[in-house]
Protein backbone atom coordinates (compact mmCIF):
# COMPACT_ATOMS: atom_id res chain seq x y z
CA UNK A 1 0.00 0.00 0.00
CA UNK A 2 1.48 3.05 -1.53
CA UNK A 3 1.42 5.81 0.99
CA UNK A 4 1.44 9.61 -0.82
CA UNK A 5 2.82 13.12 -0.44
CA UNK A 6 0.05 15.63 -0.90
CA UNK A 7 0.95 18.63 -2.47
CA UNK A 8 -1.99 21.58 -2.80
CA UNK A 9 -1.66 24.87 -4.53
CA UNK A 10 -3.92 27.38 -3.93
CA UNK A 11 -3.75 31.33 -5.96
CA UNK A 12 -4.28 34.23 -4.24
CA UNK A 13 -6.40 35.26 -6.84
CA UNK A 14 -7.42 34.65 -10.40
CA UNK A 15 -4.95 34.80 -13.13
CA UNK A 16 -1.44 34.10 -10.79
CA UNK A 17 -0.47 31.66 -12.97
CA UNK A 18 -1.16 28.61 -10.12
CA UNK A 19 -2.34 26.39 -12.48
CA UNK A 20 1.45 26.62 -14.65
CA UNK A 21 2.93 26.43 -11.56
CA UNK A 22 1.27 23.15 -10.14
CA UNK A 23 1.65 21.38 -13.76
CA UNK A 24 5.34 22.12 -13.78
CA UNK A 25 5.96 21.06 -9.95
CA UNK A 26 4.04 18.00 -11.00
CA UNK A 27 5.91 17.31 -14.11
CA UNK A 28 9.22 17.66 -12.49
CA UNK A 29 8.11 15.71 -9.51
CA UNK A 30 6.91 12.65 -12.22
CA UNK A 31 10.81 12.37 -13.67
CA UNK A 32 12.71 11.03 -10.90
CA UNK A 33 13.27 7.80 -10.32
CA UNK A 34 9.93 7.08 -12.10
CA UNK A 35 7.40 8.26 -9.57
CA UNK A 36 3.58 8.17 -10.50
CA UNK A 37 1.83 11.39 -10.19
CA UNK A 38 -1.40 12.58 -10.65
CA UNK A 39 -2.47 16.37 -11.06
CA UNK A 40 -5.67 16.77 -10.30
CA UNK A 41 -8.06 20.04 -11.29
CA UNK A 42 -10.45 21.11 -8.40
CA UNK A 43 -11.52 24.21 -10.08
CA UNK A 44 -15.10 23.31 -10.75
CA UNK A 45 -16.00 26.59 -11.93
CA UNK A 46 -12.88 27.78 -14.17
CA UNK A 47 -10.65 25.06 -14.31
CA UNK A 48 -7.79 25.50 -16.58
CA UNK A 49 -5.95 22.34 -16.42
CA UNK A 50 -8.26 20.98 -19.85
CA UNK A 51 -7.63 24.37 -21.72
CA UNK A 52 -4.36 24.67 -21.02
CA UNK A 53 -2.94 20.98 -21.99
CA UNK A 54 -6.12 20.33 -24.72
CA UNK A 55 -7.33 17.59 -22.92
CA UNK A 56 -10.61 16.04 -24.48
CA UNK A 57 -11.06 12.94 -22.24
CA UNK A 58 -15.29 12.77 -21.66
CA UNK A 59 -15.01 11.93 -18.37
CA UNK A 60 -13.44 14.07 -15.30
CA UNK A 61 -13.25 14.50 -11.78
CA UNK A 62 -17.02 14.44 -11.04
CA UNK A 63 -17.21 11.09 -12.70
CA UNK A 64 -14.76 9.95 -10.46
CA UNK A 65 -16.30 10.74 -7.67
CA UNK A 66 -20.45 10.16 -8.70
CA UNK A 67 -18.47 6.23 -9.41
CA UNK A 68 -15.84 5.85 -6.05
CA UNK A 69 -17.25 3.17 -4.89
CA UNK A 70 -16.81 1.53 -8.19
CA UNK A 71 -12.99 2.80 -8.92
CA UNK A 72 -11.04 -0.13 -10.11
CA UNK A 73 -7.91 -0.64 -12.46
CA UNK A 74 -10.38 -1.06 -15.46
CA UNK A 75 -12.66 2.34 -14.58
CA UNK A 76 -9.57 4.59 -13.49
CA UNK A 77 -7.83 4.42 -16.40
CA UNK A 78 -10.73 5.47 -18.61
CA UNK A 79 -11.02 8.66 -16.28
CA UNK A 80 -7.28 10.28 -17.03
CA UNK A 81 -5.31 11.45 -18.77
CA UNK A 82 -1.26 10.72 -19.17
CA UNK A 83 1.32 13.52 -20.04
CA UNK A 84 4.85 14.32 -19.14
CA UNK A 85 4.96 10.92 -17.45
CA UNK A 86 2.23 11.86 -15.25
CA UNK A 87 -1.55 11.16 -14.64
CA UNK A 88 -3.85 13.74 -15.05
CA UNK A 89 -7.88 14.32 -13.63
CA UNK A 90 -9.52 17.41 -15.39
CA UNK A 91 -12.32 19.25 -13.67
CA UNK A 92 -14.59 18.93 -17.07
CA UNK A 93 -16.85 21.43 -18.36
CA UNK A 94 -17.71 24.37 -16.57
CA UNK A 95 -20.89 23.82 -14.27
CA UNK A 96 -21.75 26.11 -11.41
CA UNK A 97 -24.49 23.87 -10.33
CA UNK A 98 -21.70 21.11 -9.82
CA UNK A 99 -21.25 20.27 -5.83
CA UNK A 100 -18.93 17.35 -4.21
CA UNK A 101 -19.61 16.26 -1.29
CA UNK A 102 -16.39 15.73 1.36
CA UNK A 103 -17.07 12.51 2.03
CA UNK A 104 -16.84 11.26 -1.27
CA UNK A 105 -13.69 13.32 -1.58
CA UNK A 106 -11.94 11.44 1.32
CA UNK A 107 -12.85 8.06 -0.41
CA UNK A 108 -11.06 9.64 -3.73
CA UNK A 109 -8.34 10.70 -2.19
CA UNK A 110 -7.81 6.95 -0.38
CA UNK A 111 -8.07 5.53 -4.01
CA UNK A 112 -5.93 7.92 -5.09
CA UNK A 113 -3.38 7.08 -2.27
CA UNK A 114 -3.54 3.57 -2.94
CA UNK A 115 -2.12 3.94 -6.34
CA UNK A 116 -0.12 7.13 -6.65
CA UNK A 117 3.43 8.32 -4.92
CA UNK A 118 2.47 12.05 -5.15
CA UNK A 119 -0.72 13.74 -5.73
CA UNK A 120 -0.84 17.15 -6.64
CA UNK A 121 -4.02 19.60 -6.78
CA UNK A 122 -4.95 22.86 -8.42
CA UNK A 123 -7.18 24.11 -6.11
CA UNK A 124 -9.61 27.19 -7.08
CA UNK A 125 -8.73 29.60 -4.54
CA UNK A 126 -12.63 29.83 -3.26
CA UNK A 127 -12.31 27.21 -0.43
CA UNK A 128 -14.95 25.22 -0.71
CA UNK A 129 -15.29 22.82 2.01
CA UNK A 130 -14.40 19.42 -0.45
CA UNK A 131 -11.16 21.85 -1.61
CA UNK A 132 -10.65 22.21 2.35
CA UNK A 133 -11.38 18.55 2.91
CA UNK A 134 -8.35 18.52 0.53
CA UNK A 135 -6.30 20.62 2.44
CA UNK A 136 -6.33 18.83 5.58
CA UNK A 137 -4.80 16.05 4.22
CA UNK A 138 -1.87 17.69 2.24
CA UNK A 139 1.80 17.15 3.15
CA UNK A 140 1.70 21.16 2.07
CA UNK A 141 0.15 24.04 0.86
CA UNK A 142 1.14 26.73 -1.20
CA UNK A 143 -0.35 30.06 -1.86
CA UNK A 144 0.47 31.39 -4.78
CA UNK A 145 0.56 35.51 -5.66
CA UNK A 146 2.46 37.63 -7.37
CA UNK A 147 3.95 41.19 -6.26
CA UNK A 148 1.68 43.22 -6.50
CA UNK A 149 -0.60 44.77 -3.41
CA UNK A 150 -3.92 43.40 -4.27
CA UNK A 151 -2.80 39.50 -5.14
CA UNK A 152 -0.60 39.80 -1.53
CA UNK A 153 -3.53 41.36 0.30
CA UNK A 154 -5.48 38.49 -0.59
CA UNK A 155 -2.86 35.89 0.21
CA UNK A 156 -2.68 37.26 3.69
CA UNK A 157 -6.16 36.98 3.92
CA UNK A 158 -6.59 33.30 3.11
CA UNK A 159 -3.34 32.27 4.82
CA UNK A 160 -4.78 34.01 8.07
CA UNK A 161 -8.38 31.34 7.55
CA UNK A 162 -6.26 28.30 6.83
CA UNK A 163 -4.46 29.45 9.87
CA UNK A 164 -7.70 29.27 11.82
CA UNK A 165 -8.28 25.72 10.52
CA UNK A 166 -5.14 24.74 12.38
CA UNK A 167 -3.43 24.35 8.55
CA UNK A 168 -0.61 26.72 9.31
CA UNK A 169 1.92 24.48 10.25
CA UNK A 170 2.11 23.36 6.18
CA UNK A 171 1.13 26.37 4.87
CA UNK A 172 3.60 28.71 2.50
CA UNK A 173 3.46 31.78 0.76
CA UNK A 174 4.74 31.17 -2.37
CA UNK A 175 5.38 34.55 -4.49
CA UNK A 176 6.41 34.31 -8.53
CA UNK A 177 7.56 36.26 -10.85
CA UNK A 178 7.21 40.09 -10.50
CA UNK A 179 5.46 41.97 -13.30
CA UNK A 180 6.02 44.44 -15.89
CA UNK A 181 4.67 47.11 -13.47
CA UNK A 182 6.22 46.53 -10.94
CA UNK A 183 9.58 46.18 -11.86
CA UNK A 184 9.59 49.48 -13.70
CA UNK A 185 8.13 51.46 -10.91
CA UNK A 186 10.22 51.85 -7.78
CA UNK A 187 7.39 53.34 -5.85
CA UNK A 188 5.24 50.42 -6.24
CA UNK A 189 8.10 48.09 -5.27
CA UNK A 190 9.01 49.47 -2.13
CA UNK A 191 4.98 49.70 -1.28
CA UNK A 192 4.96 46.15 -2.03
CA UNK A 193 8.11 45.17 -0.04
CA UNK A 194 6.96 47.15 3.51
CA UNK A 195 3.51 45.55 2.96
CA UNK A 196 5.25 41.88 2.35
CA UNK A 197 7.64 42.52 5.51
CA UNK A 198 5.31 44.24 7.65
CA UNK A 199 3.28 41.09 8.21
CA UNK A 200 4.86 37.96 9.42
CA UNK A 201 2.49 35.61 7.52
CA UNK A 202 3.54 36.99 4.13
CA UNK A 203 7.15 35.36 4.35
CA UNK A 204 8.97 34.11 1.33
CA UNK A 205 9.44 30.49 0.67
CA UNK A 206 11.72 29.02 -1.88
CA UNK A 207 10.49 25.96 -3.62
CA UNK A 208 13.77 24.06 -3.36
CA UNK A 209 13.71 24.05 0.61
CA UNK A 210 10.20 22.39 0.06
CA UNK A 211 10.53 20.41 -3.16
CA UNK A 212 14.04 18.84 -3.26
CA UNK A 213 14.95 20.84 -6.33
CA UNK A 214 11.96 19.63 -8.50
CA UNK A 215 11.58 22.91 -10.07
CA UNK A 216 15.33 23.67 -10.14
CA UNK A 217 15.89 21.81 -13.45
CA UNK A 218 15.04 22.60 -17.30
CA UNK A 219 12.16 21.26 -19.08
CA UNK A 220 9.45 22.95 -17.50
CA UNK A 221 5.97 22.85 -19.40
CA UNK A 222 5.57 26.47 -20.51
CA UNK A 223 4.64 30.19 -19.67
CA UNK A 224 0.66 29.31 -19.63
CA UNK A 225 -0.88 31.46 -17.38
Not at 126 to 144: G, P
Amino acid sequence: TRRSSDLSFIPSKAGVGCTTLAMNIAAALARPNEKRVLLTDLDLNSGMLRFLLQLFPEYSIIDAVENVENLDEVIWPQLITSRFSMDLLHSGRVNPNLRIDPQQVEKLLGFMRRNYDTLVFDHSGNLERYSLEVMQESKQIFVVCTPEIPSLHLAREKMTFLKSMALDGKVFLLPITESETLSGNAGLRAQRDAYFWADPLLRRVWLDEFLGGAVSGSGTIGEMG
